[in-house]
């Protein structure tokens, strides 16, 4: 492995001796930002509160551009404006004075290990005691119900009495997962915060799911973080979905069966908050969502698909 140390590169207005912080908050792409929740919580943070950039990591030792191929700008007669990726860290401050640090920008295509790395290094190096990982997840989960929030842990002690959701399968690794792991390896608490976003509506601006994170964060840091700001957004694209679904026979008895078995399991989790994951209606969640992932990539989808919202 190259050195870790320096794919990190700080601005230079930036002393790093004197960044001493015990949060982070990492919300790194992963091969799928459902319901553009990850998006959508980095611009709530970084327009409400201050913040400043600390630094970057060398892009160009992390991503495939012919994979994802990034912005450029033509301009009548010539290029300009490229936009490159920025995997960026960047020191917020929180209503109530307390600073802490937010990892965002896209997945990367190479390296993972060396960039895991290098997100260790930083963080002994600051003194963090606390890191957060958001992501999401396409789920049979009805709109018009609260977005569930699932947690696991670097050390399971941290997520005690929480519902384990999904039980055990294997999936297609994403880099948040791999830094999760690697933290924790590294003495590091961290926890995990998985948006549960309805799969039919993973591909579009669903405003409920980044609302639900920043209240998850609150309460899981208790930072004084902004949630007002959501709750128009949110009613608009529930209501232009409302409007699309009922349009629609067969999306109307999707919605209804999906309805009916999240109230079964919150039922079920409120009955037996310290279940081991084993109730069937968590399993019948598990196997859908085992089956989605199965499917990513395939031209065409069992399930009916709602137009997209315009918010």
């Excluded at 790194?28 to 943070?45: E, F, N």
């Excluded at 896209?106 to 997100?119: C, F, G, I, K, M």
């Excluded at 959501?230 to 209804?256: G, H, N, P, Y």
Aim: net charge negative; hydrophobic share 40%.
């Amino acid at each position: 492995m190259l050195d870790p140390t320096t794919l990190f590169r700080w601005e230079p207005h930036v002393d790093q001796r004197t960044v001493h912080v015990d949060t982070l908050v990492v919300t790194l792409g992963s091969y799928v930002d459902a319901g553009h929740t990850q998006r959508q919580l980095d611009d709530h943070l970084l327009q409400r509160l201050p913040n400043r950039l600390l630094g970057t990591f060398d892009a160009d030792q992390l991503y495939d551009y012919t994979t994802r191929r990034p912005q450029i700008v033509f301009d009548r007669n010539r290029f300009d404006d490229f936009r490159g990726p920025r995997l960026a860290l960047h020191l917020l401050t929180d209503h109530d004075g307390r600073d802490f640090l937010l990892l965002n920008g896209p997945e990367p295509s190479l390296q993972w290990e060396r960039a895991a790395a290098a997100v260790v290094y930083l963080a002994d190096q600051l003194g963090v005691a606390h890191t957060l990982v958001v992501s999401t997840m396409p789920a049979p989960a009805p709109h018009t119900r609260p977005v569930f929030i699932s947690r696991y842990a670097s050390d399971p002690a941290l997520v005690a009495g929480e519902p384990a959701v999904l039980g055990t399968f294997n999936i297609a690794a994403a880099f948040p997962g791999l830094l999760t792991l690697r933290l924790g390896e590294s003495g590091h608490e961290v926890v995990g915060l998985l948006a549960h976003v309805p799969h039919y509506l993973a591909e579009t601006d669903f405003p409920p799911a980044a609302s639900a994170m920043v209240k998850a964060l609150r309460d899981r840091t208790h930072l004084a973080l902004p949630t007002d700001g959501f709750e128009l957004s949110s009613a608009l694209a529930t209501k232009q979905i409302d409007a699309q679904i009922a349009q629609s026979e067969e999306l109307t008895e999707m919605v209804r069966t999906l309805e009916e078995q999240y109230d079964r399991f919150v039922e079920q989790v409120r009955l037996s908050p310290s279940h081991d994951g084993q109730l069937p209606s968590a399993d019948e969640l598990g196997a859908r969502f085992e089956d989605f992932l199965a499917n990513l990539g395939d031209e065409g989808t069992d399930q009916p698909q709602p137009p997209a919202s315009d918010t």
